[in-house]
């Protein structure tokens, strides 16, 4: 079992920054590729990073590119989402989310695809 604690969230003008962390319990951090996800009201919910069990590899949604920044602490089994220039459509409910041990790592970007999920951070973006 992996629990997911996700904090950073608040609230920020336009143009500024914010990092989001999860921290995760238990012993399989190391093994699991990490994700970030979001959800604004009425949306579904939508990728927008992903990291790969060792950090070697990273994959940003195209929203996001040139923005925001996934990385993760193996030392400190936490995962983080350093997000700079943000805007009022970057307003959401910010997720973390484990991958299975076994994940191949493809369909990264599908939330049907992470075994575990933390409870959200809100990130609300002001004009």
């Known amino acids: 079992q992996v629990q997911l604690v996700e904090s950073g969230g608040g609230l920020v003008q336009a143009g500024g920054s914010l990092r989001l962390s999860c921290a995760a319990s238990g012993r399989t951090f190391n093994s699991r590729a990490m994700g970030w996800f979001r959800q604004a009201p009425g949306k579904e919910r939508e990728f927008v990073a992903h990291i790969t069990r060792s950090g070697g590899s990273t994959y940003l949604a195209d929203s996001v590119k040139g923005r925001f920044i996934i990385s993760r602490d193996n030392a400190k089994s936490t995962v983080y989402l350093q997000m700079d220039s943000l805007k009022p459509e970057d307003t959401a409910v910010y997720f973390c989310?484990?991958?299975?041990?076994?994940?191949?790592?493809?369909?990264?970007?599908?939330?049907?695809?992470?075994?575990?999920w933390g409870q959200g951070t809100q990130v609300t973006v002001s004009s």
């Open positions: 989310a484990a991958a299975p041990l076994t994940s191949s790592g493809s369909y990264y970007y599908n939330p049907q695809n992470y075994a575990y």
